[in-house]
């Protein structure tokens, strides 16, 4: 890691600590304030009328179905994510078979263009480039099927994965080397790699673009963005759900303070259950304050 990345990957936990503590302290405000009001029965008027909207049976019947949507579409996320990892691990611990695919992201441009000194690109029709930052599929092969012109992914002794093309293939006492060059480069590359070193060979698939997220995840600022993206998701889920919760408890209350169930709260017009509301959770506020109230000839006040 040079000094800039060091330096910008404080930069990036300082802001990212600082925002999720921000956020954090704000909400807690923001809570103790919820529950205040919802204690002292300013939200009441709304949670009747959830309860009510709730109680519909073609509200119920969407909300069964959303939750059906969330759980399947959340199972084949999390299907997706585990077949990922487990092929990326396989792969980076060598243990996929002869015949298997795997992705691999394009970090460079040096596969991107055709090198006007490269002249057997021309001659061969070898038009199988890629952009930057893109995702190509690469086969695992026995490396002694490899031919000249094929384009493979090896690690070099830096331990850098690189993705060029075979342009010759030297065969000595000492084994096989691989002499590789990228097709935007008019030089062959220092490192000749063994059929040790051969990770894949490029099938000529590829997605372009996708690869400039992942390659970003990849880098340590981008790590920590991503995991502070997470905690701060988390957070916000968990502070949403102390929200509803205070005003779900609540809204048990005045259930069970009305005797109300969803036939008969659904019988009720909205004017009737606030009238429902006021007779029997809101005294009449001359009370609270101490004065005397006298009762007319029908058992109204006045």
């Known amino acids: 890691m040079t000094k800039q990345e060091l330096i910008a990957l404080i930069l990036v936990c300082v802001v990212m600590s600082g925002m999720l503590v921000g956020f954090a302290l704000l909400f807690l405000r923001y809570l103790r304030t919820m529950r205040a009001e919802v204690s002292e029965g300013l939200h009441d008027a709304d ?9 519909e049976p073609k509200v119920k019947k969407r909300r069964k179905t959303l939750r ?13 994510v585990a077949a990922v990892l487990v092929v990326a691990l396989c792969d980076k611990m060598g ?19 055709k090198h006007p000194d490269n002249g057997y690109l021309q ?12 995702m190509i599929v690469v086969e695992k092969v026995n490396p002694e099927s490899l031919q000249k012109y094929d384009v493979i992914v090896y690690r070099n002794e830096q331990g850098v994965n690189i993705i ?8 000595s006492s000492q084994g096989v080397r691989y002499v590789t060059k ?33 390659l970003f995840v990849q880098s340590p600022v981008g790590l920590v963005t991503v995991l502070a993206l997470i905690l701060g998701l988390v957070m916000s889920d968990y502070m949403r759900n102390k929200v ?6 609540r809204q048990n209350y005045l259930v069970e303070r009305l005797a109300l169930d969803e036939e008969k709260v659904l019988a009720l017009r909205p ?4 009238e429902l509301y006021y007779a029997q959770c809101n005294p009449d506020p001359r009370e609270e304050e101490g004065e005397d109230v006298e009762p007319t000839q029908d058992g109204s006040v006045e």
């Open 47 to 55: 949670l009747l009328e959830e309860y009510r909207h709730d109680a």
């Open 68 to 80: 059906i949507v969330k759980r399947v579409v959340s199972a084949v996320a999390a299907v997706v």
């Open 95 to 113: 243990w996929l078979a002869e015949g298997s695919r795997s992705v691999v992201v394009v970090a460079s441009g040096s596969m991107s263009t």
């Open 123 to 134: 001659t061969q029709g070898l038009d199988n480039q890629f952009p930057t930052y893109s």
């Open 164 to 171: 060029h093309r075979i342009v010759r293939i030297e065969r």
């Open 182 to 214: 990228g097709d935007a480069n008019n030089t062959e590359d220092t490192y000749h790699p063994t059929p040790e070193d051969v990770l894949g060979r490029y099938v000529d698939e590829y997605i372009p673009a996708l690869g400039a997220p992942i």
């Open 244 to 249: 509803v919760q205070c005003r779900l408890n």
């Open 271 to 274: 004017s009737e259950l606030q």
